[in-house]
């Protein structure tokens, strides 16, 4: 929901990383277009989100192998539980994902903090030129299933594109 907050000006949505449970849910403004990418989303069309026309894909593959066809600034990225692995000799912090990155008009990153590889690679989105950050947080999640583990405690980025 917080990651639907920040993109909701956003005419399209790219999320990488969706899971089994895509941001697609979560949004309640009216995007033309919605692509949530993950090799564990099940795959999933429609033409209609809240009952407005709308291109939502959802495409069980990694970001590797997807083609992007987006406007710089016309976007919202949205990279929910920042866990992204190499793809072959494809790494996943590379041109592909700096151009997406790069292009966004705003990206919202959330992710365990106690995940090294998510630790490593982080930084170097955050601090990426010409991005501002326009907000962070840290959450705690109260959930049985990994109260008191290191995967309850996660961080939240929102940076914003300048142009």
């Known amino acids: 929901m917080l990651a639907a907050h920040f993109v909701r ?10 899971h089994i449970r895509p941001v697609t849910g979560f949004l309640t403004h009216h995007p033309l277009s919605v692509t949530s990418v993950d090799p564990k989303t099940p795959a999933f069309e429609a033409e209609e989100l809240n009952g407005q026309p709308c291109r939502v894909r959802h495409i069980d593959k990694k970001f ?9 600034g016309s976007y919202g990225l949205v990279l ?3 866990s992204l692995k190499p793809f072959g ?5 590379g041109q592909l994902l700096f151009s997406l990155i790069d292009n ?11 995940l090294d590889r998510a630790m490593s690679q982080v930084p170097e989105i955050v601090t ?11 959450l705690v999640l ?16 929102v940076l914003e594109g300048v142009r």
């Open 142 to 157: 109260d959930d049985t299933a990994i109260s008191g583990s290191p995967w309850a405690a996660r961080r939240f980025h």
């Open 80 to 82: 929910l539980g920042y």
């Open 9 to 18: 000006d956003c005419p399209h949505i790219l999320e990488i990383g969706g």
């Open 128 to 138: 990426r030129p010409g991005l501002v950050q326009i907000c962070q947080f840290e």
């Open 104 to 114: 966004a008009r705003r990206v919202v990153i959330e992710y365990p903090p106690a």
């Open 89 to 93: 000799q494809r790494e996943p912090l």
């Open 64 to 72: 590797q192998q997807v083609d992007y066809d987006y406007e710089p």
